[in-house]
């Protein structure tokens, strides 16, 4: 067997040269802004399951003993759930308004609510207004906050129903 030469160890040296300066050039350029100067981020993300479609139904026990042993319970529930209407105002103006319906094969589970919006960075009133429920009008959860947003920052808007509901981070 015919053991390797000068010429290939060198082009061997050179190619890997080549294909790092190649990895480091395109590492850096070209560069991206994804937020433009002077901009911030308003960012309404998260998941959660809205109301059930119709009112859960209490059986009698004549008709839970029907039931085979390992499917008896007290209550009938349907498995869909009703759309979460979202709606965000920034200084007032609706910035947006939308209905997510519920995910799942059955319409079961939990609507997933992901917008982003950039606006000038300095100081804005945010108000959030989601509605979980059967009701046609209103909202179930309003909360405002007044922030001061510097450039470049991203601003997430996230719900947790019960204690915490709105929470800006």
């Known amino acids: 067997m015919k053991k390797p030469g000068a010429a290939s160890w060198i082009g061997q040296v050179t190619a890997y040269a080549v294909f790092g300066l190649l990895i480091g050039i395109l590492s850096a350029w070209p560069t991206s802004a994804r937020i433009a100067a002077g901009q911030a981020l308003i960012k309404l993300s998260f998941t959660h399951a809205g109301a059930r479609l119709e009112e859960c139904r209490k059986l009698d026990p004549a008709e839970i003993a029907k039931l085979a042993p390992n499917m008896r319970v007290e209550l ?16 007032g103006a609706v910035w947006y308004r939308g209905s997510h319906e519920p995910t799942g094969l059955w319409g079961d589970g939990p609507s997933v609510v992901y917008e982003k919006f950039r606006v000038p960075a300095r100081e804005h009133h945010v108000e959030v207004r989601i509605r979980d429920s059967r009701r046609e009008t209103g909202f179930d959860y309003v909360a405002s906050k007044t922030v001061e947003l510097v450039e470049h920052q991203n601003l997430v808007i996230d719900f947790r129903p019960g204690e915490q509901g709105v929470i800006f981070h």
């Open 76 to 91: 009938d529930c349907s498995r869909g759930r009703v759309p979460v209407v979202v709606e965000l105002k920034i200084d």
